[in-house]
Nanobody
């Protein structure tokens, strides 16, 4: 069982920035595939960014160039730096951890972009 905890959400103005964090338990964190998803009200959950243990990060087209995913294996933590935020980025952001064939979700953190 992997415990996953997100933090860092909040309110930001359009054009502003926020950084989300996701901490996951386990001694083999460096092998995990880590993915950020988001779900806006009335919409399906969508993929935002992914970090694998071996490849380059990848981003959804809607956030490419504005969001950056990074990981600190020494802290069992991944981050999502979100810059130039837009109102359409408003959503609950979830962290998904893939360990072997099992996936684990956090509880989510709310991001609201509004003036």
């Amino acid at each position: 069982q992997v415990q996953v905890v997100e933090s860092g959400g909040g309110l930001a103005q359009p054009g502003g920035s926020l950084r989300l964090s996701c901490e996951a338990s386990g001694s083999d964190f460096n092998t995990y595939t880590l993915t950020w998803y988001r779900q806006a009200p009335g919409k399906e959950r969508e993929w935002v960014a992914i970090s694998t243990n071996s490849g380059s990060p990848d981003y959804a087209a809607s956030v490419n160039g504005r969001f950056t995913i990074s990981r600190d294996n020494s802290k069992n933590t991944i981050y999502l730096q979100m810059n130039n935020l837009k109102p359409e980025d408003t959503a609950v952001y979830y962290c998904n951890v893939q360990r072997l064939v099992q996936g684990y979700w956090g509880q989510g953190t709310q991001v609201t972009v509004s003036s």
